[in-house]
């Protein structure tokens, strides 16, 4: 089944009784072909926190909880939001002995339709702080061009003499792109840690507004980010990690690394 004919973009009805089958993978191959051998394209973690889980103690008081979710880059699928929000939403009607039962019934749903090991962290509806992103931020800068659309050789790196190595933290909160079947904007903040030839940052700015009117899932476009930069500067180390706001009370946050040394804690910003 093509994505086309999943749950995403129609008018759907709430499931009022637990449906795991719901739940619609996607590939992540097909996407990736381009970048097979790019090292890290698979490596990293996508989060998603999850504002709207509830569910029924064994004397049918309703019990709520925000989540985060853990869920592997080297996994054979992603899984479609919406598909999760009504699979959530399935959950609320139904009975669990305890909290450890209801995460174990999630991650054991999730890992099959990843094909992967999928963790959930549930947090009191109170108690998920909000982070402030660290590192240099772009927008302040003039971008290095206008583009419509991504395209790799937007990047540049710094006209210097001496072509330092450096090492540096980045972020912008200019980041959008469209749902590649509803065409609804996904607004993000995206950070990038990089070690090599210093880069132009006007120019990194100037990528990262190109994707306005860019159409990709969340995972594909931070994957397409990720083998961008690592083919045109051709770093030593390389993160980008998008913090996506949220929709449907769910926000993805993809992160790629060539290090598995780079992998950051997940956090959670302000917009989303």
Not at 135 to 145: A, I, K, Y
């Amino acid at each position: 089944m093509s994505v086309e004919q999943s749950l995403l973009g129609q008018t759907t009805s709430y499931p009022t009784e637990y449906a795991p089958d719901i739940l619609f993978p996607i590939a992540r191959a097909p996407s990736r072909q381009a970048y097979a051998q790019i090292n890290g394209i698979a490596q990293g973690m996508d989060w998603w926190h999850a504002f709207e889980l509830s569910w029924l103690d064994l004397e049918n008081k309703p019990q709520v909880a925000i989540g985060r979710l853990h869920i592997p880059a080297s996994s054979e699928f992603l899984i479609e939001s919406k598909s999760l929000k009504l699979y959530f939403n399935s959950l609320n009607f139904k009975n669990f002995a305890s909290t450890q039962a209801f995460v174990d019934c999630v991650e054991q749903d999730l890992s099959r339709a990843a094909n992967a090991s999928v963790r959930l962290e549930l947090y009191d509806a109170d108690a998920l702080q909000v982070s402030q992103p660290s590192g240099f931020c772009l927008d302040q800068l003039t971008p290095n061009g206008v583009s419509p659309h991504p395209h790799c050789s937007l990047l540049k790196l710094e006209q210097a003499a001496d072509q330092q190595v450096i090492e540096t933290s980045l972020y912008s909160h200019l980041l959008r792109s469209n749902c590649p079947v509803t065409g609804q904007p996904d607004w993000g903040t995206l950070f990038i840690r990089y070690e090599g030839t210093k880069p132009c940052y006007s120019s990194l700015l100037a990528y990262i507004i190109s994707y306005r009117q860019h159409s990709g899932f969340h995972e594909q476009c931070v994957e397409q980010i990720f083998a961008d930069i690592w083919q045109q500067l051709q770093p030593e180390r390389l993160m980008v990690y998008a913090a996506y706001t949220r929709r449907g009370g769910l926000d993805i946050n993809p992160c790629r690394v060539s290090d598995p040394a780079w992998l950051p804690s997940p956090i959670r910003l302000a917009r989303q």
